[in-house]
């Protein structure tokens, strides 16, 4: 499978594949993050953990909640909190569209990756997100059984 530019370049640190499963997402959107000199160090290593976090409004900013990175060890006194509140760095223009989308009912923002960019930057890929119920994942599981055992069958018969 061929991949698209830039994306072979990016080195995902924390992937939310649940996401994808329980969410419906409708639209994407590449933000930064301001993160502490320590929390960049933690990053680096690749166990920060992106599952249960989801993003909010709060005054014209977004912040991104419960996400966790670990303490760097190395950093000593001057380290961070793990599961703190992290501001998101997006246009004002995008906060307001985001905010609006979050008013929808049953919408919220799912960050579904953090990666770091070829210059080093850490980037956050938001998902604009509606939840999913039961029997849409039942259907989701479906289509991807149907899929997989077609792609056996066809890779079988030639």
């Given amino acids: 499978m061929a991949k698209k530019k830039g994306e072979d370049e990016r080195k995902v640190v ?3 594949r649940k996401a994808r499963y329980s969410y419906a997402i409708e639209s994407t959107l590449e933000a930064g993050l301001q993160l502490m000199g320590s929390e960049v160090k933690a990053l680096r290593s690749g166990k920060a953990t992106i599952a249960e976090s989801y993003a909010h409004a709060k ?3 977004l912040f991104l909640v419960n996400a966790y990175i670990p303490e760097y060890k190395m950093a000593n006194r001057f380290n961070h909190e793990p599961r703190r509140a992290r501001k998101v760095l997006v246009r ?12 929808r009912e049953g919408m919220t923002l799912i960050p ?4 770091f960019t070829p210059k080093g930057i850490a980037k956050l890929e938001l998902g604009i997100a509606k939840g999913k119920k039961l029997h ?5 599981e ?3 059984d149907w899929q997989r055992d077609k792609a056996r069958l066809m890779r079988d018969k030639g």
């Fill in 14 to 16: 924390a992937d939310n």
């Fill in 59 to 61: 005054d014209g900013e």
């Fill in 92 to 103: 004002k223009s995008d906060v307001r569209k985001l905010s609006a989308a979050i008013q």
């Fill in 112 to 115: 579904l990756k953090v990666y």
């Fill in 136 to 140: 849409d994942k039942r259907e989701t």
């Fill in 142 to 144: 479906k289509q991807r």
